[in-house]
């Protein structure tokens, strides 16, 4: 492959994206910054506005992103192949589900899986008591079900019509607003696309900004127990610019050999990890309990799905559930993106499938071993895990837990090795994608490595900038969950989107996979065969009103011009008052037919008079 020189590279920058974006980060940022408690209070009186009224609205867009991804996998729509006749996938699928997965979650489910169970058990959901059994039970089943998947759906709607515009429409064009274009048409080319890629660029930074947030402090307290040195903010900023330094040369590898590398590594470990816990642990209550909170996520999964608790205001929902979603949102269109970009050769029915298989499946290793063995402490007295979240914190709560199993500091070494990894990942993925999002075009599906290095420190800026002036990162991360409001109706526009450009590229012919178009019979109802000849002696005189059926349904058109031998004519459709875009059949407004070049023939016989 070719590489592009350093001048070329720079013409494919959209520089309006680019500066645009930054100016808009720096905007949020700075204020943060600079008057952290001014800020902390205006985001959080936003955030509480959000998740106080916006709820029932996320609920539903939880909803619709489950329905509409079950919908791909059982119907037609999922059939479609993304590349071309015979491509084989371009990843195993270990390597693609680790990508999948390890850039889809971050060091965020190994953060979450070891405590999330513990706020559930101290103030659990649905009306249970603390203490009970029940809230035992129910406080792992909820960890499942945020991590389940609705959280994957989500990521994997956008996912659909990204992979459609990369692989079957071969678009060079890797931006959040071309997924909309199916939707919004030529809207998306002016200053609303322009909005959307700003937006999509502000869920990136949120979601490095949130796995940071999370893998830091760990990172931090691991290397703190390990070594009996204090936290401080030097360390904290030597950490990043490790995780910096590997995902920055991650970055600029590529998609196959760094990212997939990292995934790869990252997975194993987790493995590692995970079988160690469940063996060293007490082996019968964690697979028991992972297996009754599997029933419990299933037998309460609607209700979880739609509970809002406004009789009893316990708040629960709105400061988890609500809140997950959108987490989730902001991340959506990014990681969209990135599935859609890793699962060339697949069809969209095993992208989504395995996006919502994997991933649950991954949550739900992570969460029933990690998570039930500090459930067992808890309630064998061997480590209050409860009281000690309030007392020391997260970060430090996950190593004492890690302390507690054979061989501790080993344990504390591999989890600080996989925050790492799973941080670096996610920058990884993050600078690649919004890289490609702030080019024009993307030559050979890769992003050009030279703008991957600008994003992949740019982005670790803004994080060490709160770290030296002691600002809450946790505020930017807030004020990203507000601005996924518009988000969430992104990625509802970029579904309907994928069913649109699916029907549109079948009439046209743009999208002409065998499987495929046999599952749309209502759109190709009569098809002519292949460089057909029109005949002199069924020559059609010119102003002839006919009704032509193409490969689709029948439209009325009239001919404007027959040429003598009756090998061309030109032929101009009627409107019938519909004078948008293009006509159900896909032809644009004038076609001209020549016998020797045709796709589909026309004869005399063929065309039929208009209804009157």
């Not at 030597?238 to 995902?247: D, H, R, T």
């Not at 504390?412 to 490609?436: G, H, R, W």
Request: hydrophobic residues 50%; aromatic residues 12%; proline residues 4%.
């Amino acid at each position: 492959m070719k590489k592009q020189g350093f001048r070329e590279s720079l013409k494919l920058i959209d520089k309006k994206v680019l500066i645009i974006s930054w100016i808009a980060l720096l905007a949020l940022s700075l204020p943060i910054i600079l008057f952290p408690e001014a800020s902390g209070a205006v985001v959080g009186t936003l955030n509480g506005w959000v998740l106080d009224y916006l709820g029932a609205p996320y609920m539903w867009f939880g909803i619709f992103c489950l329905i509409f991804c079950i919908y791909i996998i059982v119907s037609r729509y999922g059939k479609v192949h993304l590349g071309d006749k015979g491509e084989k996938p371009e990843f195993k699928t270990f390597s693609w589900a680790a990508m999948l997965f390890c850039c889809g979650v971050g060091a965020g489910v190994l953060y979450w899986g070891f405590i999330e169970w513990g706020y559930y058990f101290q103030a659990p959901p649905l009306g249970l008591e603390y203490g009970t059994w029940q809230a035992g039970e129910m406080a792992p089943a909820y960890g499942f079900f945020h991590w389940g998947p609705t959280a994957w759906a989500i990521y994997a709607v956008s996912a659909c019509t990204f992979g459609y515009i990369m692989f079957v429409r071969k678009s060079n064009v890797l931006k959040c607003s071309e997924g909309c274009r199916g939707l919004l048409g030529k809207k998306v080319d002016g200053p609303l696309g322009k909005v959307i890629d700003v937006f999509f660029i502000f869920g990136i930074v949120g979601a490095v900004a949130t796995s940071l947030g999370l893998a830091n402090p760990l990172v931090t307290a691991c290397i703190c127990t390990l070594f009996g040195i204090e936290a401080t903010p030097m360390l904290q900023i030597i950490i990043l610019l490790i995780i910096v330094a590997m995902f920055g040369l991650s970055a600029y590898s590529g998609l196959n050999k760094g990212i997939k590398f990292l995934s790869d590594s990252g997975v194993w470990l987790a493995l590692l990890l995970i079988a160690f816990v469940f063996v060293v642990g007490d082996t019968k209550f964690i697979y028991d309990t992972t297996t009754t909170a599997i029933g419990l996520m299933a037998q309460n999964f609607i209700r979880m799905s739609t509970w809002l608790d406004s009789i009893g205001l316990s708040g629960f929902p709105q400061s988890w559930t609500v809140f997950y979603w959108a987490w989730w949102a902001g991340y959506a269109p990014f990681l969209g993106m990135f599935i859609a970009r890793i699962s060339k050769g697949r069809t969209v029915k095993s992208m989504v499938a395995g996006s919502l298989l994997f991933g649950s499946a991954g949550c739900i290793l992570f969460f029933g071993v990690l998570g039930n063995y500090g459930l067992d402490l808890q309630l064998s007295g061997a480590f209050d895990v409860v009281n000690s979240l309030s007392e020391i914190g997260p970060a430090n709560t996950i190593v004492e837990i890690l302390l507690t199993l054979p061989f501790g500091k080993i344990a504390v070494i591999l989890v600080a090795l996989l925050c790492f990894v799973f941080a670096a990942n996610s920058y990884d993925s993050a600078s690649y994608i919004i890289a490609a999002n702030s080019q024009i075009r993307v030559e050979n599906g890769e992003s050009v490595p030279i703008l991957r290095l600008i994003w992949a420190f740019g982005l670790s800026l803004i994080p060490i900038g709160f770290i030296i002036l002691d600002a809450p990162l946790a505020t930017l991360q807030t004020a990203t969950l507000v601005l996924s409001i518009p988000i969430a109706f992104i990625i509802v526009i970029i579904g309907i989107s994928y069913l649109k450009m699916v029907k549109e590229d079948i009439l046209s012919g743009v999208l002409d996979q065998p499987l495929v178009v046999r599952n749309f019979s209502e759109l190709t109802k009569t098809e002519i065969s292949a460089k057909k000849q029109i005949v002199d002696d069924d020559m059609i005189s010119k102003g002839a009103r006919c009704r032509i059926k193409f490969a689709t349904r029948p439209f009325s058109a009239h001919v404007s011009e027959a040429a003598e031998d009756s090998r061309l004519l030109r032929i101009e459709r009627k409107t019938g008052g519909r004078a948008h875009g293009k006509q159900p059949c896909g032809l644009p407004p004038v076609c001209c037919f020549m016998g020797e070049t045709l796709t589909g023939g026309i004869k005399k016989n063929d065309w039929n008079p208009p209804p009157r």
